[in-house]
C-alpha cells in the first residue's frame, strides 16, 4: 500500500466518527480523465477532507515553506502535494499542475487562495480559473459546511461539473471564469443550507 492509500484510510478512520462526515453527490465526481475539484476553505484540515470523500486520488498545492520542513516536505511529496509560492505567479506550480491534468488525474484546489476566517465563501485568486481554461478537465465545484468540532455534523457536498466550454471558446479571463467557479460554490451551499 502506497503513502497515499495509506494515509487517506487512517485520516478517515479518525475523521468519519469524529466529525460524523456526511457525502452527497461524490458521483458526480467522474470516475476517468482528468478533473478540478475546487472547494470553499474554512480550515486547515479541508484538503484531508476533500481527499477522504472524493472518489478520486487527488494532488493538492501546499504552500511552498511547508516543503522546506524535511520530514513535512519527504511526506507531503508521498501523500501527492507539491509546492506553490504564494504571492507570486509560480511558473513551476502552473506547469505541475497542469502536467497532473494532462495526465487524466485529479487536481484538487481551494480558489480562495487562503481559508476565511468568517466562514463565508470569499474572494477567489485567478488560478483555478487558470487551470480550467488550459486543461480539458472537468470542472467540479466543492463545498463543505459546518464547524471542525467533535462529534458536530460536517457535511461536503460535490456538485456536478460545469460546462466551462464557452469560457474556453471565447477566451473569457481566468480571473472571470475562477468567479463563475466560486459562484457554483456559493449557489451549492446556499441550495444545502436551507
Do not use: W
Not at 501527492?80 to 487536481?107: C, H, M, W, Y
Request: net charge positive.
Amino acid at each position: 500500500m502506497n503513502l497515499y492509500k495509506f494515509a487517506k484510510n487512517a485520516v478517515a478512520i479518525l475523521f468519519f466518527p469524529l466529525y460524523r462526515i456526511k457525502i452527497i453527490g461524490k458521483e458526480n465526481v467522474p470516475k476517468e480523465g482528468p478533473v478540478i475539484i475546487c472547494s470553499n476553505h474554512i480550515s486547515n484540515l479541508d484538503p484531508p477532507v476533500v481527499g477522504i470523500t472524493s472518489p478520486r486520488d487527488i494532488h493538492f498545492m501546499a504552500k511552498g515553506e511547508l516543503f522546506e520542513k524535511r520530514f513535512l516536505g519527504k511526506l507531503l511529496l508521498g501523500i501527492q502535494a507539491f509546492p506553490v509560492r504564494r504571492g507570486l505567479s509560480d511558473r513551476n506550480a502552473l506547469r505541475k499542475g497542469l502536467e497532473i491534468l494532462k495526465n487524466g488525474e485529479t487536481l484538487g484546489l481551494f480558489p480562495e487562495g487562503t481559508r476565511s476566517k468568517t466562514g463565508e465563501i470569499g474572494k477567489p485568486l485567478a488560478g483555478a480559473g487558470f487551470f480550467a481554461l488550459r486543461s480539458d478537465a472537468a470542472i467540479v465545484p466543492c463545498v463543505i459546511i459546518g464547524p471542525y468540532k467533535a462529534f458536530r455534523r460536517l457535511t461536503v457536498i460535490y456538485g456536478e461539473p460545469m460546462d466551462i466550454e464557452h469560457y474556453r471558446k471565447t477566451k473569457v479571463s481566468a480571473k472571470d471564469t475562477a468567479e463563475a467557479i466560486m459562484n457554483e460554490i456559493r449557489i451549492l451551499k446556499e441550495n444545502h443550507q436551507k
